[in-house]
């Protein structure tokens, strides 16, 4: 059984910067993908990023040149590094990891911009 432990999060002002963190706390096999949700008030879930065993990335648009992930599949962490913050980056962001078909979830950590 994985657990996701997520770490990061908290207030920032417009065009500052925030690094999450998420690290898997059992033994991990076989990660197929590693990668970050985000939920504002109101709005849907959607994929922030992800990078795939082989090192291969993927963002959403509004945070392409802005936010970059990372991560190290041995050892189940991963990272997402987010600059020049905006407002509407604000939500609960949830990091995951897809391990043999089955998608782990970490906790939610809040990153709230203000202008």
């Known amino acids: 059984q994985v657990q996701l432990v997520e770490s990061g999060g908290g207030l920032v002002q417009a065009g500052g910067s925030l690094r999450l963190s998420c690290a898997a706390s059992?033994?991990?096999?076989?990660?197929?993908?590693m990668g970050w949700f985000r939920q504002a008030p109101g709005k849907q879930r959607e994929l922030v990023a992800r990078?795939?065993?082989?090192?291969?990335?993927d963002y959403t648009d509004s945070v392409k040149g802005r936010f970059t992930i990372s991560g190290d599949n041995a050892k189940g962490t991963v990272y997402l590094q987010m600059n020049s913050l905006k407002s509407e980056d604000t939500g609960v962001y949830y990091c995951?990891?897809?391990?043999?078909?089955?998608?782990?979830w970490g906790q939610g950590t809040q990153v709230t911009v203000s202008s």
């Open positions: 059992g033994r991990v096999f076989s990660i197929n993908y």
């Open positions: 995951y990891q897809t391990v043999q078909m089955r998608d782990y």
């Open positions: 990078i795939s065993r082989g090192g291969i990335t």
